[in-house]
T-cell receptor, first 110, second 111 residues
Framework: GENVEQHPSTLSVQEGDSAVIKCTYS??????FPWYKQELGKRPQLIID?????GEKKDQRIAVTLNKTAKHFSLHITETQPEDSAVYFC?????????FGAGTTVTVRA | EADIYQTPRYLVIGTGKKITLECSQT?????MYWYQQDPGMELHLIHY???????EKGDLSSESTVSRIRTEHFPLTLESARPSHTSQYLC??????????FGNGTRLTVT
């Protein structure tokens, strides 16, 4: 089955700096890669996703890149703000099953 | 508004009690899931369903059971709760190849 590894497990950045979270996956059949943000006490919510026919996608301060050959994808947050503090989960999906990474706790220092 | 709803939001019960956590979605999604998550930690899949009368066990062994008699309803039952079941339980739904939509969760405490 699919195995998704996520690094780092914790990340502390100064407000205004960039944050990068990296994930690797094992199943070459995976074709859909969503990223979720979970604020304290709230449900995970989709922030951005990418499909395997696209190498990069951007939405304002958030971008995701995908390298299918190396089987890794990354989340980039630029100009971080205190409201970016949360746990971020990557995931990889084929048409049947979605597998999550273990999560990254991001803390933005004011 | 189309969404996924979980009740109760919080539950404190004694050891040995039978409980059912409710999950309903109004989005017409075929696939539904139950995840167990300690606060801020990894999401562990415990059950999922592809549609009516379909239920499968997830990656994490669980003493709970589920049923899927109607498309919109996916309840989770613990026959005899134990302190080790204390956790947050998140229900989710999706259509194939699209993102999961999560409910607000049920935070269960077993004393």
């Amino acid at each position: 089955g699919e195995n998704v590894e996520q690094h780092p497990s914790t990340l502390s950045v100064q407000e205004g700096d960039s944050a990068v979270i990296k994930c690797t996956y094992s199943d070459s059949a995976s074709n859909y890669f969503p990223w979720y943000k979970q604020e304290l006490g709230k449900r995970p919510q989709l922030i951005i996703d990418i499909r395997s026919n696209v190498g990069e996608k951007k939405d304002q301060r958030i971008a995701v890149t995908l390298n299918k050959t190396a089987k890794h994808f990354s989340l980039h947050i630029t100009e971080t703000q205190p409201e970016d503090s949360a746990v971020y989960f990557c995931a990889a999906s084929n048409d049947y099953k979605l597998s999550f990474g273990a999560g990254t706790t991001v803390t933005v220092r004011a | 508004e189309a969404d996924i709803y979980q009740t109760p939001r919080y539950l404190v019960i004694g050891t040995g009690k039978k409980i059912t956590l409710e999950c309903s979605q109004t989005m017409g999604h075929d696939k539904m899931y139950w995840y167990q998550q300690d606060p801020g930690m990894e999401l562990h899949l415990i059950h999922y369903s592809y549609g009516v009368n379909s239920t499968e066990k997830g990656d994490l062994s669980s003493e709970s059971t589920v049923s899927r008699i109607r498309t919109e309803h996916f309840p989770l039952t613990l026959e005899s709760a134990r302190p080790s079941h204390t956790s947050q339980y998140l229900c989710a739904s999706s259509v194939p190849g699209s993102p999961l939509h999560f409910g607000n969760g049920t935070r269960l405490t077993v004393t």
